[in-house]
Nanobody
């Protein structure tokens, strides 16, 4: 069964960067699509970014375009989210989620997708 463990969260100042990591285990990671999601206090879960099984299909929420980059290293069974120019509104618990990649080029950032397995989350706080 797919298991995911996130790391790399922390507290940073506005404009700084963080790289979140997601360790994949229990499956062959190259068969899966992965996404990053977040939940801010008092708000619904929202999709941030996703990467397809092949790594060629990428999607980003409008609020993180040109600031965040998702990538994967299947040799290391890792998925990453590089976050730059962080803003206070990026403060949230960030979750890595994975689902069987039915297509090599399509991925989902729909947090209500029932096919996703979720990690425990890592806190990101952006504050001056």
């Amino acid at each position: 069964q797919l298991q995911l463990v996130e790391s790399g969260g922390g507290t940073v100042q506005p404009g700084e960067s963080l790289r979140l990591s997601c360790e994949v285990s229990g499956v062959t990671s190259e068969d899966y699509q992965f996404g990053w999601f977040r939940q801010a206090p008092g708000k619904e879960y929202e999709g941030v970014s996703c990467i397809s099984r092949s790594g060629t299909g990428l999607r980003y929420a409008d609020f993180v375009k040109d600031r965040f980059t998702i990538f994967r290293d299947d040799a290391k069974n890792m998925v990453y989210l590089q976050m730059t120019d962080l803003k206070p509104e990026d403060t949230a618990v960030y979750y890595c989620a994975g689902a069987w990649g039915t297509s090599p080029v399509i991925c989902s950032i729909q947090p209500k997708d029932p096919n996703f397995y979720w990690g425990q989350g890592t806190q990101v706080t952006v504050s001056s």
